[in-house]
């Protein structure tokens, strides 16, 4: 079909796709409306709008080759590299294990929903491991894993839909836990009572309080894309080798071979180990976070283009069901556990919401309601998310793809 602006015009698509993507930061991080449908979604739109009114292609060099083929892969090293695990698990021990039992829910809420849904849901068996590594991690893990299983642009585009949706409904409950007396009467709430008696208030939005102002220099850029873009060459290397010497003889082979062979969970590897063991340097580096997440953000503008507004009306409300599954469980584990297990209110719902929406939605949470010392916490097993959602999204999907 013609459209406004032809295939090859890649410096007009590239343009477009900046600044669409560019406004969708400034919306999020200037108006409060904006910061709760998140900026990815209001990049999705642009997109999707763009294309069904034939303004841009659903297709051509600049969304499938460069952004799917390298922008993608480049940014998941980059949101890896502060993954030290030595420091994650000395800080944050306490966070840590109520994280694994939201991320162990989400598991059994995505074979749940999975076994509830998949008749009348094409395609999810790879929607269920999408959404277990997002709703584990976030938008990182999202990306890698519909990479990995080469989700159809539509089915993406609806999940994409539906997640945010859902994940919208999801932050207002977690915001408004706190005020219900049922929560405040059985679990305890040290940080809400000191916020409550310094009468303390936040007037940013959470994408603002989050993404504050840090220096950045060009040697930081240069080594941060350099280390990402040797880890994203390595990982290649490696998986194509293990893909093809581990035989697919048996079903324990053919799952370590789906394992092994998977170029991202590789990469998700090495960047762990790199930020592990040369954590002092990596330390040094400014702007990883940054620089990944605009990339991330350039990604969920492409998710939207092949995406037709009636598949995505006749496809979103069942995947809003299926995500809405899995938020249910994930708060289910994290509550009752975290009752059982004499945890804090606070920790609880930062738990659930690291797992749910990631660091960056976890620490927005935590700065705004003013819990202010678990901010770092939070912040480091958030990130750890970005680590272990590919992996247990990968184990959800050899399971249920084969």
């Known amino acids: 079909m013609k459209t406004l602006i032809d295939p090859d015009n890649t410096l007009a698509l590239m343009a477009i796709t900046c600044t669409c993507v560019a406004f969708s930061i400034y919306a999020e991080q200037r108006w ?11 990049a999705l739109i642009f997109a999707v709008t763009l294309t069904n009114l034939n303004i ?44 694994f ?16 849904l998949h008749p009348y849901i094409e395609n999810l068996d790879c929607v269920a491991a999408m959404m277990t590594g997002s709703y584990i991690g976030g938008g990182v893990n999202f990306a890698a894993l519909s990479l990995a299983y080469d989700v159809p642009g ?26 219900i ?39 930081d850029i240069a080594f941060c894309f350099a280390i990402s873009a040797v880890i994203v060459w390595l990982s290649s290397i490696v998986s194509g080798f293990l893909g093809n010497v581990i035989p697919v003889s048996n079903p324990v ?45 350039l990604f969920f503008f492409v998710i939207g283009v092949p995406a037709s507004i009636m598949e995505i009306i ?22 009752v556990f975290g009752k059982l297990l004499h945890y804090n209110l606070e920790e609880i719902i930062l738990a659930s919401n690291a797992n749910v929406g990631g660091p960056t939605t976890a620490v927005a949470m935590a700065v705004s309601q003013g819990w202010t010392e678990l901010v770092g916490p939070i912040l480091l097993v958030g990130t750890l998310g970005y680590v272990i959602g590919t992996y247990f999204g990968t184990f959800v999907g050899q399971i249920l793809i084969g």
């Open 32 to 42: 409060s409306w904006a910061s709760k449908l998140s900026g990815a979604i209001i």
């Open 56 to 99: 841009i292609p659903s297709s051509c060099v600049w969304f499938d080759d460069v952004i799917w083929g390298y922008v993608v892969p480049l940014s998941i090293p980059l949101l890896l590299l502060n993954c030290d695990i030595k420091k994650i698990w000395k800080e944050s021990g306490r966070l840590l294990l109520i994280f």
């Open 101 to 116: 039992i939201g991320s162990l829910g989400t598991v059994t809420a995505a074979f749940t929903g999975y076994f509830l």
């Open 154 to 179: 539509n089915t993406i585009s609806a999940a994409t839909v539906a997640d945010n949706l859902m994940t919208a409904l999801y932050f207002l409950m977690l915001v408004a836990i706190p005020s």
């Open 181 to 219: 007396p049922f929560f405040r009467k059985f679990y305890k709430h040290p940080h809400m009572d000191q916020v409550e008696k310094q009468g303390a208030s936040a007037n940013k939005t959470q994408a603002a309080a989050y993404w504050s102002p840090k220096n950045i220099s060009l040697k």
């Open 253 to 297: 082979c053919k799952m370590l071979n789906g394992f092994l062979g998977n170029m991202y969970l590789i990469m998700t590897t090495i960047s762990m180990l790199i930020a592990t063991l040369f954590s002092k340097q990596i330390q040094k580096l400014s702007g990883t976070q940054e620089l990944g997440t605009f990339l991330i953000y």
């Open 314 to 335: 006749k496809n979103a409300p069942l995947l809003f069901v299926f995500c809405a599954i899995l938020v249910v469980i994930n708060m289910a584990f994290c509550f």
